[in-house]
C-alpha cells in the first residue's frame, strides 16, 4: 500500500479516464440485469480514489490505501473506509451490488477477497482486472473456481481495451 499512498495525488491523472469508461461498461450491463435506486446498496471494493463509486446510490467504498480513502472522501458523498477485500467488515448479504473495478491483481489473497466478495453480496458482483498483466489467466482461473464454488452465474463478460470486466449473479 505505500506505492498507492504514496503515488495517491498523482493517481486521478494517471486513471480518471480508464476507471470511468469501465464504469461506464459496467453499469451498462448492471441496469439490464438490476434496478439501481438510492437505496440499492452498493460496495466498492479497491475504490481507490473513488472514481469507480460514482453511483446515485447508497455507496459504500473500501480501500487498504488512507491517501486514497481521503481523495475519495473529499470528492463524493458516499461512505468512505480503509479496510481490505480479504476481509471485509460488513455482515453477510449487506449489500445488493458488490464491484471492484482494476483492484484484484493488487490483492494480497486474491481467493480469499472472492470469497469475501461473495458473502456479502446480495445480488450481484461485477469484478474487472487487467487483461494484459502476467497474472490475468491465473486470476481468470481464481474467478471461475469462485463461480463455481459459490454457485455464482456469469451473466456477462465485457472487454475493454484495459479490462476484462465479469457480471457474476448469485443463484
Not at 20 to 28: G, H, R, T, Y
Not at 54 to 60: A, I, L, M, R
Not at 67 to 80: D, E, S, T, V
Given at each position: 500500500m505505500n506505492f498507492y499512498n504514496t503515488t495517491a495525488e498523482s493517481y486521478d491523472k494517471l486513471h480518471e479516464q480508464?476507471?470511468?469508461?469501465?464504469?461506464?461498461?459496467?453499469?451498462?450491463?448492471?441496469i439490464r440485469h438490476m434496478k439501481l435506486t438510492r437505496n440499492t446498496k452498493v460496495l466498492d471494493v479497491g475504490c481507490g480514489s473513488g472514481y469507480s463509486s460514482?453511483?446515485?446510490?447508497?455507496?459504500?467504498g473500501i480501500d487498504p490505501s488512507t491517501?486514497?480513502?481521503?481523495?475519495?472522501?473529499?470528492?463524493?458523498?458516499?461512505?468512505?473506509r480503509v479496510a481490505k477485500a480479504e476481509d471485509l467488515p460488513f455482515n453477510?448479504?449487506?449489500?445488493d451490488l458488490v464491484i471492484s473495478l482494476s483492484a484484484m491483481q493488487n490483492f494480497d489473497d486474491a481467493d480469499e477477497a472472492l470469497h469475501e466478495m461473495q458473502r456479502v453480496?446480495?445480488?450481484m458482483i461485477v469484478i474487472s482486472?487487467?487483461?494484459?498483466?502476467?497474472?490475468?489467466?491465473?486470476l481468470k482461473e481464481k474467478l471461475e473456481k469462485a463461480i463455481k464454488d459459490y454457485d455464482l452465474e456469469l451473466i456477462d463478460?465485457?472487454?475493454h481495451r484495459v479490462d476484462d470486466i465479469f457480471i457474476l449473479k448469485k443463484r
Open positions: 480508464e476507471q470511468n469508461e469501465k464504469l461506464m461498461l459496467a453499469k451498462s450491463i448492471i460514482n453511483f446515485n446510490c447508497n455507496v459504500t491517501k486514497l480513502i481521503g481523495l475519495a472522501k473529499q470528492r463524493y458523498n458516499h461512505k468512505f453477510d448479504d449487506e449489500f453480496s446480495k445480488k482486472f487487467p487483461n494484459r498483466i502476467v497474472r490475468f489467466n491465473e463478460t465485457l472487454h
